[in-house]
């Protein structure tokens, strides 16, 4: 399975060295943007992904945790992203924030968090790039796996094969050995954060995933 890798929980004194290990065992480098606001906590910001842009051409999966997603999307293109993502329950409009992602050449995707329904971005989804269900409550890493989003990344493999969809099925939180097996058939990829950041062998949990 493709792994995209949440530094949320990395090392910040040492990310470059940290992330040199991972770099080649991972596909995307997920970055957990918080503003204290949509969510309880506060991580980073444009300028610290942009100092991460030149350790690697693996492409940035940005996730934008973020109450007003449409005032940053410039700073977020100019820090390097590749895909940003932002949250259906954010307070913007959702068509123009996908077209403004687009009109500056970068993918755009949108994620919901565990008590959203999928029904919630049903009209989105010939837009998107990336749906990203939240599999734990957005804020912190090291959380439990919530069971309800299985049904959730079923429901969006099916949708995108009736309608020939072109979204990549991406889901952050709680992903491990034991949870990956229960969604692998349904996502193109899956955010890994403190199963990999936090381990004693890194290298061994990030091929554990990879396998799956
Ligand atoms: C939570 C973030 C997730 C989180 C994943 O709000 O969006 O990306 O960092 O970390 P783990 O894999 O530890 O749940
Ligand atoms: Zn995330």
Do not use: W
């Amino acid at each position: 399975m493709k792994i995209a890798l949440s530094i949320l929980t990395v090392d910040y004194k040492n990310v470059s060295k940290g992330l040199e290990e991972l770099l080649p065992l991972v596909d995307y480098i997920h970055m957990d943007v918080m503003d204290g606001e949509f969510v309880p906590n506060i991580s980073f910001g444009p300028a610290f992904i942009k100092s991460l842009r030149p350790l690697t051409e693996k492409p940035f999966d940005t996730h934008l945790m973020i109450k007003h997603p449409q005032n940053y999307i410039k700073q977020f293109v100019d820090s390097g992203s590749d895909y940003i993502t932002f949250h259906v329950e954010a307070d913007c409009d959702i068509i123009k924030t996908i077209d403004l992602i687009h009109s500056y050449g970068v993918k755009a995707g949108i994620s919901i968090k565990p008590n959203t329904a999928v029904e919630k971005i049903k009209d989105y989804l010939p837009y998107v790039d990336m749906v990203l269900v939240m599999s734990v409550e957005p804020g912190f890493g090291g959380q439990s796996f919530m069971e309800n989003s299985i049904n959730k990344v079923k429901e969006l493999s099916e949708l995108k094969k009736q309608n020939n969809y072109g979204y990549l099925i991406n889901i952050d939180g709680g992903i491990k050995d034991i949870t990956a097996p229960l969604i692998s058939n349904y996502v193109d990829m899956a955010v890994v954060g403190s199963y990999i950041c936090n381990a004693s062998n890194p290298k061994e949990n990030a091929l554990r995933i990879k396998n799956i």
